[in-house]
């Protein structure tokens, strides 16, 4: 057991944890934040990506204390005071959310594409989320929520 | 158990020295230990933080890449992805841009699966790996570092600290494609990579060619002679296959691996030729040429 702090969301936790606890369960189980899914715990879906100093990251094959001293922000971090981020309200407008599983990883990846990218093409838009496994949807209205967003004049 | 976060190079040989093993994005290491491939190392040492690691220096005699380059950087860096074309390609090609955040080039190196996207690119554009220890550095071919599937003749107290590409002749340029079922998120069923040097009148004075996920380790294809375009392509797809050695899993029989790395060679020799002429073919070439899975 190691004892460190995450900052998550801009707020700094004091974690104590076994040193090979991935970043994932930490954020579920001992920050408390159950926004990041545990899908495959293999590297593959995305439902548990989050940003480590704004680039998307797995958090399920990512070391918890490997995180410290960097900024973490998960879907939690996305919303901007009471009101949604632009892209949540767009996925939910689009249909780009049936069961729902996928969604915050979703989010953070298509959060990632446009702070990098502020205009992606369809093409783009794909490549971006394509670590992002969807089994509802058929991907084509997360695609359009995210293109959506990008064309909304920003605030 | 203990956990060093290294900022320099000597710190994470000291911690290496004493036993504990490196971790940079942990893309290979986490998910091995949760699948039982080997547990978790006790002492660790946290790489990504070093700076020197980081750098990639370009000069008249080559490429210096830094072990923790990850492979974003090399995927969209304007000389690797145009003078050293097929590490680019491979690069490109490694998991998700999230997979391509954490990973770096020394691990997809020292990890040493035969399956690696970057592994037969570095082959072909004869990379040698630099192993630093508390003791000394030495530089070692890949031929002599890889020793089998997951298995290299680093020692546990060796870092590889970068990867130096000598730079390729006039006239010549290169190509690593694969055969993949999905477009991301995937590991190569076979590929291949190829270097190609060009002769005045557009015929190949020389070249190299290696396949990857036909054998324990990436290996090298031997004895394809020079001519036209056409005839080489033709010679390095009929030799690949000839000297592919792979196995039958789920992803794929060791028959139609066999044929397809032929085919894959055939088709990098190709590319490459095209891309020596001076025409754009962009990375990475699976995408470009719209070979694989369609998205």
């Not at chain 2, 998910?31 to 039982?36: E, K, S």
């Not at chain 2, 978790?40 to 020197?52: F, H, K, S």
């Not at chain 2, 995937?186 to 990857?212: C, N």
Request: charged share 20%.
């Amino acid at each position: 057991m190691i004892s460190y702090t995450l900052t998550v969301n801009g707020v700094d936790y004091p974690v104590a944890a076994d040193q090979g606890r991935n970043l994932l369960s930490v954020l579920r189980t001992e920050v408390g934040l159950t926004g990041t899914k545990e899908g495959c715990d293999d590297c593959e879906c995305g439902a548990c990506m989050v940003l480590l100093d704004g680039q998307p990251v797995n958090s399920c094959s990512y070391l918890a204390v490997q995180a410290q001293g960097r900024a973490v922000t998960t879907v939690e971090g996305l919303q901007q005071g009471d009101e949604m981020h632009p892209l949540q309200r767009n996925i939910l407008e689009e249909g780009g959310v049936q069961c729902g599983f996928c969604t915050p990883g979703m989010l953070v990846s298509a959060c990632a594409l446009l702070e990098r990218n502020p205009s992606p093409s369809e093409e783009e838009v794909r490549i971006g989320l394509s670590g992002n496994l969807c089994r509802c949807t058929g991907y084509a209205k997360i695609v359009k929520a995210v293109q959506r967003t990008a064309a909304e004049p920003r605030t | 158990m203990s956990f060093v976060i290294a900022t320099t190079i000597d710190e994470a040989l000291a911690a290496l020295a004493a036993g504990a093993r490196p971790v940079a994005g942990g893309s290979d290491l986490v998910v091995g230990a949760r699948h039982g491939k080997a547990p978790l190392p006790g002492d660790l040492v946290a790489i990504d933080r070093i700076e020197e690691l980081r750098c990639i220096e370009i000069t008249d005699a080559g490429a210096c890449i830094g072990a923790g380059v990850n492979h974003h950087t090399i995927e969209h860096h304007p000389v690797l992805s145009t003078v050293y074309t097929a590490i680019s390609d491979g690069s490109a090609l490694v998991g998700s841009p999230s997979t391509r955040n954490v990973g770096t080039l020394g691990g997809n190196v020292m990890n040493a699966s035969p399956a690696m996207d970057t592994g037969s690119p570095l082959v072909v554009l004869g990379a040698e790996v630099e192993l630093r220890s508390a003791s000394g550095s030495r530089r070692v071919g890949l031929a002599e570092l890889w020793t089998g599937p997951g298995r290299t003749s680093a020692r546990p107290d060796e870092l590889c600290v970068a990867i130096h590409v000598p730079a390729p002749a006039a006239r010549s340029n290169s190509a690593y494609l694969r055969l993949e079922y999905r477009r991301s998120m995937e590991i190569a069923v076979v590929g291949a990579a190829a270097s190609v040097t060009l002769a005045d009148d557009g015929s190949v004075s020389s070249l190299r060619v290696a396949l990857t996920a036909v054998a324990p380790t990436i290996i090298e294809v031997a004895g394809i002679a020079g001519g036209s375009v056409a005839d080489v392509a033709a010679a390095a797809q009929a030799a690949a296959a000839d000297q592919a050695r792979p196995i039958s899993d789920v992803r794929a029989s060791d028959a139609y691996r066999r044929h397809t790395v032929g085919v894959m060679a055939r088709r990098a020799v190709e590319a490459a030729a095209r891309r020596a002429l001076g025409e754009p073919v962009s990375v990475p070439v699976n995408r470009a040429l719209g070979i694989g899975a369609a998205s």
